[in-house]
């Protein structure tokens, strides 16, 4: 089945507590991206990236980072998460061949910083 | 950047009744633009999108319109269903070579009453 995977879904940590949110596809789509999601605000892009070892700030990068070492992962990193923090993230993929095309989004990670 | 937004934020309508979501954009580079239909608790899925080579595309009882003049463009819903309930984000993307650079607006929260 074509999927996009995230793990976890639910994740509780405290500040400055270094994680990675997990993101696979299995679709070998080239264009991959995070999004996050709080109330009234819609879907923020992270970073994306168009193909292994390219990736681009998108809107909210700040405090944020991301590797795309294979085609079909892309973590996102909290080296030092605040509050500010806490939100719904969303991993998304896409076939790119120059041009945009649908984006499958992922189950999505819910991330509570205290 | 590209600066989306999306109007209403929340649309209440009887079953039966026309809904339409309006958006517009900054960014005169952008040729692609993407509805997602996001249900309670779920991920967002692409209902329809749009490129700046065409003014209207049709998908059953969903619509999108295209001004690229006014940099505007609308959703179309017909005939609405109480399944149609959900939150509606329209995006766009950047122009150039940063095209996978998506912008999201703000969502609206569609409630279709029976």
């Known amino acids: 089945e074509a999927q996009v995977t995230q793990n976890p879904r639910y994740l509780i940590t405290v500040t400055g507590k270094k994680l990675t949110v997990t993101c696979s596809q299995n679709?070998?789509?080239?264009?991959m991206s995070w999004y996050r999601q709080d109330p009234g605000l819609g879907l923020r892009q992270i970073y994306y990236?168009?193909?292994?070892?390219?990736?681009d700030k998108g809107d909210v990068p700040e405090g944020y980072k991301v590797s795309r070492k294979e085609k079909r992962n892309f973590p996102l990193i909290l080296e030092s998460p605040s509050p500010n923090q806490t939100s719904l993230y969303f991993c998304?993929?896409?076939?790119?061949?120059?041009?945009?095309?649908?984006?499958?989004f992922g189950q999505g990670t819910r991330l509570t910083v205290v | 950047g590209e600066n989306v937004e999306q109007h209403p934020s929340t649309l209440s309508v009887q079953e039966g009744d026309s809904a339409v979501i309006k958006c517009t954009y900054s960014?005169?580079?952008?040729?692609?633009f993407p509805w997602y239909k996001q249900e309670l608790g779920k991920r967002p899925q692409l209902i329809i999108d749009?490129?700046?080579?065409?003014g209207e595309k049709k998908d059953q009882r969903i619509a999108v319109t295209l001004n690229k003049t006014a940099k505007h463009f609308s959703l179309h819903i017909t005939e609405t269903q109480p399944e149609d309930s959900a939150v509606y984000f329209c995006?766009?993307?950047?122009?150039?070579?940063?095209?996978?650079?998506?912008?999201f607006g703000q969502g609206t929260i569609l409630t279709v009453h029976p």
């Open positions: 998304a993929s896409s076939w790119a061949g120059g041009v945009n095309t649908e984006a499958f």
């Open positions: 679709m070998n789509h080239e264009y």
């Open positions: 990236s168009m193909n292994v070892e390219v990736t």
């Open positions: 960014d005169s580079a952008s040729n692609y």
């Open positions: 749009i490129r700046s080579n065409v």
């Open positions: 995006a766009a993307n950047a122009g150039g070579t940063s095209y996978g650079k998506l912008t």
